[in-house]
């Protein structure tokens, strides 16, 4: 466990946050190509969010709408939500920091997204999708899902670790099986990200991570992003920002504070879309997709999500913890740039 003194401490948790540049691996909410964007994106703007990654697609939904995601954010994020800026490269983070713009790039969430088609991979790199998953909690073509029968990559799953290598997007590994993400994490080239994913060993769901898990990621170089959900961290109706810091400490110790992040995987609760229509977006296609959310994982209970603001309190608890302010400034940002920098082209 982390211990240091902390007698004579002056830097809080607050204001780590606004040394830090901050990267969230990963947003949460439910897009689709008509939604007003500005509300949507705000809540990363009102939390001071430096860089941020949009899902534009998950497995449930038709391969087709990512692409007409993408094309909606692209357009319109210039017209509604001029404080962010879309990048596909570093330099193009630093440019969108000294502008004080948010940067922002794409994920996708899982691998029916390239229709059976490699071709796929480079169009979405090109696009802006930064990070892919194999599978969103049920098998598909190219791997498993954390939640159905771990029958591991496919050939087609291997061909896109390769073609994905080829074009520098960041394999990620969160939502896919075990024997999926330990052979993905021995195939890949590059360094592999768990984008948003918790330790099994301090919460045993499905969705999280085990230690061989932990520990294969680190040995490509990669990072495992922490998130922010009740039910991956273990707690009751509400999130609490100890448990997260408790997660990053658990890894941390585990392979080293260079291996870790935070990614809260974000739900805003209030969504607008573009008829004035007040709700969350996910109702409909949970109504319409049970199996990929089994009741029995847990997923028929509220979900409770820490908000993006409570992030100086997670650095509060692990300034307690003992992390030093270099290692809460890399947790916070600094890890998962490295991983940028090395991967992406």
Known sequence: MHIQNQENRETSGRELCNQAFIWDDHCGFEMTPDAPIAPLL??????????????????????????????????????????CRIVTSVADIDAAHASRQAAVTFDIEGMNALNGRIDLVQTYYELGVRHMLFAYNINNLAGAGCHDEDTGLTDFGRAVIDEMNRVGMIIDCSHSGFKTTMEAMQRSCAPVVFSHS?????????????????????????????????LFLGDGDQSQASSVARHVAYMADLVGPEHVGISLDYDPPIQVDKNGVVGNGIEAVLADNPDYWPPEAGYDRPIDFLELTR???????????????????????????????????
């Open 311 to 345: 992030l100086p309190d997670v650095c509060e608890a692990l300034i307690k913890t003992g992390f030093v302010d270099d290692e809460i400034i890399n947790i916070l940002g600094g890890n998962f740039r490295r991983v940028a920098e090395q991967v992406w082209k």
């Open 198 to 230: 918790n330790a099994f060993a301090l919460t045993a769901h499905g969705r999280n991570v085990r230690d061989e898990q932990i520990r294969a990621c680190a040995e490509t170089g990669g990072v495992v992003g922490i998130n922010g959900l009740n």
């Open 42 to 83: 705000k809540p990363w703007r009102d939390a001071g969010i430096d860089y941020f990654s949009i899902n534009v697609y998950y497995d449930p939904v038709h391969w087709t709408r990512c692409l007409e995601n993408i094309s909606a954010l692209r357009r319109r994020i210039p017209l509604e939500a001029p404080w």
